[in-house]
C-alpha cells in the first residue's frame, strides 16, 4: 500500500525520537551523567512507529520492560517516560514505578510489565472489556520471542481465539530471549507459526521496514475493529544494545551484530523517503535536529525534578492507609 506523505514522514519522525531517545539514554549512563536502569530498544524502532501510526488515540496498549519505543510510539511523553526511569515526580508514576512499570492510560498505555509473557493475558482481558461494553477499541499487546515459550501466552492466544476478541498480538522477534538465541528455545523457523495452533491468522513481517509492518498491522487492527478476532503477527528484526545496559553481548556473533547493524531500519527509511522523493535531505535533517533537541529538553525537565518524597509512600494506593503509632 502506497501512504500519503505525512504519514511516512510521521513514521520517520517518531522512529528518529525513539532512537534519539534510545541514544541519550545509553551516553548518559555510559559516562555517569545519570543513573538509571533500563533495557534498550535499539534497533526496534520501525515496529514501534507502525503501531504509533496504526492505533487510534483510545485504542490501548500493553507493552514490556523493552518498551521506550513503544511508549513514545503511543505518545507518552518523554519528559513522564525519563522521569519514571530516573525516578523523579515529573514521571508517569511519579517516579514510584522505575523502568519496567511505565502506564499511561489516557495515552492508551495501560501496561509495561516487567515479567516475562506477564502481557497477553492483560490485554486478553482489556479486549473481552471492550467487547463486553460494545466499543471498537483494540487491545495491541508487545512482547518478545522468549514470552511466546511461557504458559501465559498460550493461555492468552487459546482465550483471544476461542472468544474472538478485538485484540493483536505483536512479537518483536529480535532472535535473542534475553542472552538466549531463539533457536535454542524452539524448533520453529517461524513463531507465527504457532498462531495456528489457536486457529487465529499468523503472519511473519520484515521488522525493519515500517510500511510492511503498517501494511499487516492495519490489516489485523481492522479485522479486530470488525469483530473479526485476533491476529498474532512477528516481526523479525534486531536488537543492538545488550538485554540490559552494560551486557556486553558476548553471546551474539560480532559479525551477525555488525550485519544487523548494517540493515539499521533508520538510515534505511530515510533512504526510502530520499530516494522516492516524498521527504528532501534538509527537511529529514530537521526532524533529526528537532528529536535531538526534544530529548535533551526532557532530559533538562528531568534531571530538575524533585525525587518523590516520603509522602508519596501513601498516595495513589487502593486502600486507605492504617497508622501505626511508632
Known sequence: MTYPTDVQRRIYALMVLMKAADDRLSKGIG??????????????????????????EDDQLVTTYRGLHDL???????EEIYGEMMGRTVGAGRGKGGTMHIAKPDKGVMLSTGIVGAGPPVAVGLAMAAKRKDTDRVTVVSFGDGATNTGSFHEAANMAALWNLPVVFVCQNNLYAEMTPTHDTMKLGRVADRAAGYGMPGIQVDGNDPLAVLDVLAEAIGKARNGEGPTFIECVTFR????Y????????????????MEADPVPRFRKHLIDNGICTDDELSGIDEGALIKVQQALDTVMSAEAPSIDELDRDVYASPIRYPV
Open 31 to 56: 559516562t555517569g551523567e545519570f543513573m538509571c536502569v533500563y533495557w534498550p530498544s535499539r534497533g526496534q524502532e520501525a515496529i514501534a512507529a507502525a503501531m504509533g501510526v496504526a492505533l487510534r
Open 72 to 78: 513514545i510510539g503511543k505518545g507518552v511523553p518523554l
Open 240 to 243: 543492538f544494545r545488550g538485554h
Open 245 to 260: 545496559f552494560g551486557d556486553r553481548m558476548p553471546y551474539i556473533p560480532k559479525d551477525q551484530l555488525s550485519a544487523a
